[in-house]
C-alpha cells in the first residue's frame, strides 16, 4: 500500500447528483443564449419596448376624449367642486375669482372652450400652472372642467 501520510485523491467519482445539476446547467444556457441573443434568435428589448408603446398609443387615441361630457351633470359638477377645492383653490381661490392663477369665470389666455381648458389642466401651462393629469386621471379632469364651465354659465 503506498500509505506516506500525504492526502490523494482517490479517484472517486462525482455525486450523480452533481452531474445532473451540471448538465441542466449547460442545457439552460444553451437555451437562454439562443433564446434571448439578438443576432442569434432576432428578440430585441426594444422591439418589444416599441410594440408596447404603440399598443399604448392605440389604446389612448381609441379612448373616448371629450372634456365636455360631465358638462350640464349636477352630480358631476359637486364632484368637480369638491376636486377643485382641494387641488386648484390655493391659487384659484374657492369661487374660482382668481388669486395667484387667473380669474377662471372670464375668457381665459390658451381658450376658454372645454377642450381647451382641459388641456391647461392636465398639461399645465408655462409660468405657474402645473400638470395635473398624472395626479388627477382624465375623468377627474373633466369633472373640474364641468365644474368651471357651470361658474361661467
Known amino acids: 500500500m503506498n500509505d506516506s501520510g500525504i492526502p490523494q485523491e482517490g479517484h472517486n467519482k ?10 441542466g446547467v449547460i442545457v439552460f444556457l444553451v437555451w437562454y443564449i439562443a433564446s434571448f441573443t439578438p443576432a442569434i434568435s432576432g428578440w430585441s428589448f426594444y422591439k418589444e419596448y416599441e410594440k408596447e408603446m ?7 387615441a381609441s379612448a373616448t376624449t371629450d372634456p365636455g361630457k360631465y358638462i350640464g351633470k349636477a352630480d358631476a359638477i359637486a364632484e ?3 376636486e377643485f377645492e382641494t387641488n386648484c383653490a390655493a391659487c384659484h381661490m ?8 387667473p380669474n377662471l369665470k372670464v375668457a381665459l389666455k390658451y381658450g376658454s372652450t372645454p377642450d381647451k381648458i382641459f388641456e391647461s389642466i392636465s398639461k399645465g401651462r408655462p409660468n405657474g ?12 379632469v ?3 372642467v364641468a365644474f368651471i364651465e357651470s361658474l361661467r354659465k
Open 142 to 144: 373633466y369633472k373640474i
Open 80 to 82: 368637480g367642486k369638491t
Open 94 to 101: 374657492a369661487d374660482a375669482s382668481g388669486g395667484i392663477g
Open 129 to 140: 400652472m402645473p400638470p395635473f393629469q398624472q395626479q388627477l386621471g382624465n375623468d377627474k
Open 14 to 23: 462525482i455525486p450523480k447528483g452533481w452531474m445532473a445539476f451540471f448538465a
Open 54 to 60: 404603440k399598443d399604448g398609443e392605440k389604446a389612448a
